[in-house]
């Protein structure tokens, strides 16, 4: 099952995937099946993910982002 991670694309901003990618030192395929939902990061990955963004690593988990009524907002 593929969660489209439109709140994660929302916190990329105008940032590419490449920079994201780069700043979480990821390779940019992985960090975009993580942002379309086709891979779930460990929780390693995830921590430096939200690092390289600002967030918290826990909203990768939290089951309210990943539905979609929820996909056209930013999960907090």
């Known amino acids: 099952m593929t969660t489209n991670r ?3 694309v929302a916190l990329r901003g105008e940032m590419t995937q490449e920079e994201v990618a780069e700043k979480a030192m990821l390779n940019r395929s992985s960090y975009a099946n993580i942002e379309s939902g086709k891979r779930k990061p460990s929780v390693g990955v ?3 993910i939200a690092e390289a ?3 918290s690593w826990t909203l990768f988990f939290d089951e309210n982002c990943f539905e979609s009524k929820h996909s056209d907002r930013v999960c907090s």
């Open 6 to 8: 439109k709140w994660l």
């Open 46 to 48: 995830a921590m430096k």
């Open 53 to 55: 963004l600002g967030f």
